[in-house]
């Protein structure tokens, strides 16, 4: 779905005014007029100008033509879904149940409603999350969770 | 002369040249794999080096950071992953010509102007490294703001969207820079109690996430493809013509790397994209940026490995690193009892001579290794497009775990990677947001530092003849925009106007 400039811009310069009053309530360095506040404060007075500025073009804009609302379906929300849904998962459960299990089954899970079939995601998904665990532990030193595996 | 045949001995020997071209491989190998940095490689080389003499340790490393840093292109191009913040500068154009089917092209451009700007920085290195780290070292923290926020502001500029886009996001990446420990007084900011918010946010999975898992995200959702529908070809081909065409950007690419590098602290990155954004700044055909245009490439990509080459000099004759590889170098200096400072030339001339000779190897041998690397990663376009996502979330998960070794880090590169897929589809330019984080400390650092010693007085950022001159360019870059979209505005206004009363 396509939010307007002018909503957008608006929302800049509304964070940019809660980040600048967050920024003024940071301690300041004694006896010196800069600080930890410092720099936030000269982003959120940008976030202010420059979304102001976004905001008043999307209103020039507005009075020309209003951008059509387009709805992206279910079908093309699908992938979306599955790779942002499936990471909250995998980011919950990776320590847990450990990198080759976690990982085999989201990428399976991927390939899966990327259009691909079961048996052959899960060969593809294990041998690469096995390749890369084998990478990693042995050439590199790094080891991955192993949960429930080891 | 003597010390250079010495050097020349010292190389020949067969363990060196054996270290050399190990060294590259596995360069070549971690540089491939989205979201392990040379930075990484390198650290990961330092234990072997203690078994090594002191000059097989130190082209240990040197050949596996210039092979790194070019094979980190490799997935840029592909995928749209870049390897390192540097190649980041210029992964977008990189990746508009891998759709347009000349992906082949540029790997090449990458490759090859990587390792002329690698061998530029060495010829620099190699006659006036104690002249250029003087002139380094008087580089206050006046000078590096100035620098930092030059960056900064010519990226924004050139970035698609326009001003107002690309600075709102520019503002949004220093933002995230300044989530974590305040460099000035350590207290924490925006962590909102969070023990890992308060270490920051990491550049890797950040990157990781706005390129690549945007990429995928709009791949799925049909606005845009996670996989060019194109095959790799010979990445030599027309490449001598495109070098041709472009031999000023390539020789000022790698002489503002060389510059750059050979500032401590600036290292690569700021080079790589101050010097996209020259390419466009001074190209005949700026309209073409950003649609796959090799020009910008050229520049970027000799810029990127000169500086590579050029932090080497103030580490080299001063042991101050120029970034997060020359660091790790000058401690494996000060491990093989060579201890970096002007008497490294005097006192072990020969083994300075060979390190640099290594340099120059280092640079060589990227041309066959890349070749092969390229060969070898065009079967990643015979596989089916689903397999091919899988592959990604697969090298998105692990490289933004294993930087830190931290679930958290994934959660980083997801949020990012949703910011940058709502960015893309309201027309927000994402690079400067990576800029953004990364140069984010840098300049915090030297503004904070520098209004401390100028107690307040904003003046005194002019009163240093670099400073100055630093400073006034950047006034003068931002007021050339300002007046600029001034004048097109009324020109715009005048003609709808004109219209207006025609109708």
Same mark, same amino acid.
């Given at each position: 779905?396509?939010?307007?400039?002018?909503?957008?811009?608006?929302?800049?310069?509304?964070?940019?005014?809660?980040?600048?009053?967050?920024?003024?309530?940071?301690?300041?360095?004694?006896?010196?007029?800069?600080?930890?506040?410092?720099?936030?404060?000269?982003?959120?007075?940008?976030?202010?100008?420059?979304?102001?500025?976004?905001?008043? +073009?999307?209103?020039?804009?507005?009075?020309?033509?209003?951008?059509?609302?387009?709805?992206?379906?279910?079908?093309?929300?699908?992938?979306?879904?599955?790779?942002?849904?499936?990471?909250?998962?995998?980011?919950?459960?990776?320590?847990?149940?450990?990198?080759?299990?976690?990982?085999?089954?989201?990428?399976?899970?991927?390939?899966?409603?990327?259009?691909?079939?079961?048996?052959?995601?899960?060969?593809?998904?294990?041998?690469?999350?096995?390749?890369?665990?084998?990478?990693?532990?042995?050439?590199?030193?790094?080891?991955?969770?192993?949960?429930?595996?080891? | 002369?003597?010390?250079?045949?010495?050097?020349?001995?010292?190389?020949?020997?067969?363990?060196?040249?054996?270290?050399?071209?190990?060294?590259?491989?596995?360069?070549?190998?971690?540089?491939?794999?989205?979201?392990?940095?040379?930075?990484?490689?390198?650290?990961?080389?330092?234990?072997?080096?203690?078994?090594?003499?002191?000059?097989?340790?130190?082209?240990?490393?040197?050949?596996?950071?210039?092979?790194?840093?070019?094979?980190?292109?490799?997935? $840029?191009?592909?995928? @749209?992953?870049?390897?390192?913040?540097?190649?980041?500068?210029?992964?977008?154009?990189?990746?508009?010509?891998? @759709?347009?089917?000349?992906?082949?092209?540029?790997?090449?451009?990458?490759?090859?102007? #990587?390792?002329?700007?690698?061998?530029?920085?060495?010829?620099?290195?190699?006659?006036?490294?104690?002249?250029?780290?003087?002139?380094?070292?008087?580089?206050?923290?006046?000078?590096?703001?100035?620098?930092?926020?030059?960056?900064?502001?010519?990226?924004?500029?050139? $970035?698609?969207?326009?001003?107002?886009?690309?600075?709102?996001?520019?503002?949004?990446?220093?933002?995230?820079?300044?989530?974590?420990?305040?460099?000035?007084?350590?207290?924490? @900011?925006?962590?909102?109690? #969070?023990? #890992?918010?308060?270490?920051?946010?990491?550049?890797?999975?950040?990157?990781?996430?706005?390129?690549?898992? $945007?990429?995928?995200?709009?791949?799925?959702?049909?606005?845009?493809?996670?996989?060019?529908?194109?095959?790799?070809?010979?990445?030599?081909?027309?490449?001598?013509?495109?070098?041709?065409?472009?031999?000023?950007?390539?020789?000022?690419?790698?002489?503002?790397?060389?510059?750059?590098?050979?500032?401590?602290?600036?290292?690569?990155?700021?080079?790589?994209?101050?010097?996209?954004?020259?390419?466009?700044?001074?190209?005949?055909?700026?309209?073409?940026?950003?649609?796959?245009?090799?020009?910008?490439?050229?520049?970027?990509?000799?810029?990127?490995?000169?500086?590579?080459?050029?932090?080497?000099?103030?580490?080299?004759?001063?042991?101050?690193?120029?970034?997060?590889?020359?660091?790790?170098?000058?401690?494996?200096?000060?491990?093989?009892?060579?201890?970096?400072?002007?008497?490294?030339?005097?006192?072990?001339?020969?083994?300075?001579?060979?390190?640099?000779?290594?340099?120059?190897?280092?640079?060589?041998?990227?041309?066959?290794?890349?070749?092969?690397?390229?060969?070898?990663?065009?079967?990643?376009?015979?596989?089916? +497009?689903?397999?091919?996502?899988?592959?990604?979330?697969?090298?998105?998960?692990?490289?933004?775990?294993?930087?830190?070794?931290?679930?958290?880090?994934?959660?980083?590169?997801?949020?990012?990677?949703?910011?940058?897929?709502?960015?893309?589809?309201?027309?927000?330019?994402?690079?400067?947001?990576?800029?953004?984080?990364?140069?984010?400390?840098?300049?915090?650092?030297?503004?904070?530092? $520098?209004?401390?010693?100028?107690?307040?007085?904003?003046?005194?950022?002019?009163?240093?003849?670099?400073?100055?001159?630093?400073?006034?360019?950047?006034?003068?870059?931002?007021?050339?925009?300002?007046?600029?979209?001034?004048?097109?505005?009324?020109?715009?206004?005048?003609?709808?106007?004109?219209?207006? @009363?025609?109708?």
């Amino acid at each position: 779905m396509q939010i307007p400039d002018l909503i957008i811009g608006l929302a800049f310069v509304v964070g940019g005014i809660a980040l600048g009053m967050a920024s003024f309530g940071m301690p300041g360095l004694g006896g010196q007029m800069v600080g930890p506040g410092l720099l936030p404060t000269i982003v959120a007075a940008g976030f202010v100008l420059f979304g102001g500025g976004l905001a008043l +073009q999307g209103l020039k804009s507005a009075r020309v033509a209003l951008p059509p609302l387009t709805v992206l379906s279910w079908q093309a929300l699908r992938v979306p879904t599955v790779v942002i849904g499936g990471l909250l998962l995998y980011i919950a459960v990776l320590e847990p149940i450990g990198f080759l299990v976690a990982t085999t089954a989201y990428v399976a899970a991927v390939i899966l409603v990327s259009g691909g079939r079961l048996v052959s995601g899960l060969i593809f998904a294990a041998a690469i999350t096995l390749g890369i665990d084998w990478v990693f532990l042995n050439l590199m030193g790094v080891p991955l969770p192993a949960g429930i595996i080891g | 002369m003597d010390a250079i045949l010495t050097a020349f001995g010292i190389v020949a020997e067969p363990t060196t040249i054996a270290v050399i071209l190990a060294a590259s491989l596995f360069g070549l190998f971690v540089g491939a794999i989205p979201g392990l940095s040379a930075t990484m490689a390198t650290a990961l080389l330092v234990p072997i080096t203690f078994y090594m003499d002191p000059v097989p340790a130190i082209a240990a490393i040197v050949s596996c950071t210039a092979m790194a840093i070019t094979a980190g292109d490799i997935p $840029s191009v592909m995928l @749209r992953i870049p390897g390192t913040p540097a190649s980041a500068a210029y992964t977008n154009e990189a990746y508009a010509m891998t @759709r347009k089917g000349q992906g082949g092209l540029a790997l090449g451009i990458c490759i090859v102007a #990587s390792a002329i700007g690698g061998l530029f920085g060495f010829a620099v290195l190699a006659f006036t490294a104690p002249l250029l780290a003087r002139i380094a070292l008087n580089f206050s923290s006046f000078e590096y703001f100035w620098l930092a926020l030059l960056g900064l502001s010519c990226a924004t500029l050139i $970035s698609s969207g326009g001003v107002m886009r690309g600075s709102l996001a520019l503002l949004l990446g220093l933002f995230i820079s300044t989530i974590g420990m305040d460099p000035l007084t350590g207290s924490a @900011r925006f962590t909102f109690g #969070s023990l #890992s918010l308060s270490g920051g946010i990491s550049f890797i999975p950040a990157m990781i996430g706005m390129f690549a898992l $945007s990429e995928v995200l709009r791949g799925g959702t049909g606005s845009g493809a996670a996989k060019p529908m194109t095959e790799i070809g010979n990445p030599f081909a027309g490449l001598w013509s495109v070098l041709v065409r472009y031999r000023k950007s390539l020789f000022r690419g790698s002489a503002f790397g060389t510059v750059i590098g050979a500032l401590p602290g600036a290292g690569g990155d700021l080079g790589a994209w101050i010097s996209y954004s020259m390419s466009k700044k001074f190209s005949r055909t700026p309209e073409k940026f950003g649609t796959g245009h090799p020009e910008g490439l050229v520049e970027a990509g000799a810029s990127n490995n000169s500086a590579l080459s050029a932090a080497w000099i103030p580490a080299m004759v001063f042991g101050i690193p120029g970034d997060a590889v020359t660091a790790i170098a000058v401690g494996v200096l000060f491990m093989k009892g060579l201890n970096p400072g002007p008497q490294l030339f005097t006192e072990n001339p020969e083994r300075i001579y060979a390190v640099l000779i290594v340099f120059v190897i280092a640079n060589l041998l990227m041309i066959p290794y890349g070749y092969m690397a390229v060969k070898a990663a065009r079967y990643i376009f015979r596989m089916p +497009q689903h397999l091919l996502t899988g592959a990604i979330m697969a090298f998105c998960l692990v490289g933004s775990f294993a930087i830190n070794n931290t679930v958290f880090d994934i959660g980083i590169m997801l949020a990012l990677g949703l910011l940058a897929w709502f960015m893309e589809a309201h027309r927000f330019p994402i690079a400067p947001v990576i800029l953004g984080i990364v140069i984010g400390p840098l300049l915090e650092q030297n503004f904070l530092t $520098s209004m401390i010693i100028a107690r307040g007085d904003l003046l005194a950022f002019f009163e240093r003849p670099i400073a100055a001159g630093l400073g006034v360019l950047t006034v003068v870059v931002w007021a050339s925009v300002i007046i600029g979209g001034y004048v097109r505005g009324r020109r715009q206004q005048a003609q709808e106007a004109e219209g207006g @009363r025609i109708t």
